[in-house]
C-alpha cells in the first residue's frame, strides 16, 4: 500500500469513525431518556415494591419486550415511515439515530431496572421508615446506590449500539458499518474493511476499560 493509499484508507475511516462516534452518542442521549425512567417505573412498581402497580408493571414489562424481540434490521425497516416524518429522510447518519434510540430503549430501560433490582432492600425500608416519600427513595437511595451497576449497564449500551451502528451501514446509515461494507466488501478493498473493524474493536475495548474503572471507583466510595 504506498502513501496515497494509506491518506486515502485514514480519510475515510476518520470520518465515519467521526460518523458513528455521533450516531451512537446522540441515541445513547435519547434511548436513556426513554430507557430510564421506564426502568425504574418498571422497578418501582413490581409487586410489593414501593409503588407495587401489577398491571402497570405488566403492561409495561410486556411493551418493552415485544419492542426487544425484533431483530435491529427489521426495527429499521419498519421504522422507515417515522424516520422520514421526523427528519425527511430515511438514509444517512441522522436518519439512523431514531431506529437505534428505538431499538436501545427498551434494552436500557431492562439495564436500568435489573439495576435498582440490586439495591438491599433494608435500604428502602429504613428510607422509609424516616419518613422518605417514594421521589426521595428513588433518588437519594436507589439510584446512588446502584450506581456502580447502572454505569456497567450504560457501557454496555453504547457496546451494543456501536453494533447497531455498525449493521446500520447494510442500508446505508453511514458509519463505520456502512464503510466497511460499501468500501472495503463490495469494491473489494481488504485493506478498508480490516481497518474499519480495527477500529471498531477499539472502540469496544476503550469504551469497556473506561466503563469498568468508573465503576470500580463508585463501588469502592460506597
Known amino acids: 500500500m504506498n502513501m496515497e493509499n494509506v491518506l486515502e484508507v485514514l480519510s475515510l475511516v476518520g470520518e465515519a469513525?467521526?460518523?458513528?462516534?455521533?450516531?451512537?452518542?446522540?441515541?445513547?442521549v435519547?434511548?436513556?431518556?426513554?430507557?430510564?425512567?421506564?426502568?425504574i417505573l418498571l422497578s418501582v412498581t413490581r409487586p410489593g415494591n414501593i409503588m407495587s402497580k401489577p398491571l402497570l408493571?405488566?403492561?409495561?414489562?410486556?411493551?418493552?419486550?415485544?419492542?426487544?424481540?425484533?431483530?435491529f434490521l427489521i426495527l429499521i425497516i419498519l421504522l422507515l415511515p417515522l424516520t422520514r416524518l421526523i427528519l425527511g429522510t430515511a438514509i444517512g447518519t441522522s436518519a439512523t439515530i431514531v431506529p437505534l434510540s428505538i431499538?436501545?430503549?427498551?434494552?436500557?430501560?431492562?439495564?436500568?431496572?435489573?439495576?435498582?433490582?440490586?439495591?438491599?432492600?433494608?435500604?428502602?425500608l429504613a428510607a422509609t421508615a424516616m419518613g422518605s416519600t417514594n421521589f426521595q427513595i428513588i433518588r437519594k437511595v436507589l439510584i446512588p446506590e446502584a450506581m456502580p451497576s447502572l454505569v456497567d449497564g450504560i457501557t454496555l449500551t453504547i457496546i451494543n449500539l456501536i453494533g447497531y451502528s455498525a449493521m446500520a451501514g447494510t442500508i446505508g446509515g453511514g458509519g463505520l458499518g456502512d464503510l466497511a461494507i460499501r468500501y472495503g466488501y463490495q469494491r473489494f478493498r481488504i485493506d478498508v474493511l480490516v481497518v474499519a473493524v480495527i477500529v471498531i474493536l477499539i472502540m469496544v475495548e476503550l469504551i469497556q476499560f473506561v466503563g469498568?474503572?468508573?465503576s470500580r471507583k463508585l463501588l469502592a466510595r460506597r
Do not use: C, D, H, Y
Not at 414489562?61 to 425484533?70: M, Q
Not at 431499538?103 to 428502602?124: D, K, Q
Open 17 to 28: 469513525t467521526w460518523q458513528t462516534l455521533i450516531m451512537v452518542f446522540l441515541s445513547l
Open 30 to 39: 435519547f434511548s436513556t431518556l426513554i430507557g430510564f425512567p421506564l426502568g
Open 57 to 71: 408493571n405488566s403492561i409495561i414489562g410486556k411493551i418493552v419486550n415485544v419492542l426487544r424481540a425484533f431483530p
Open 103 to 124: 431499538a436501545a430503549a427498551p434494552f436500557v430501560a431492562r439495564v436500568i431496572e435489573t439495576a435498582i433490582n440490586e439495591v438491599n432492600p433494608e435500604l428502602v
Open 212 to 214: 469498568s474503572r468508573i
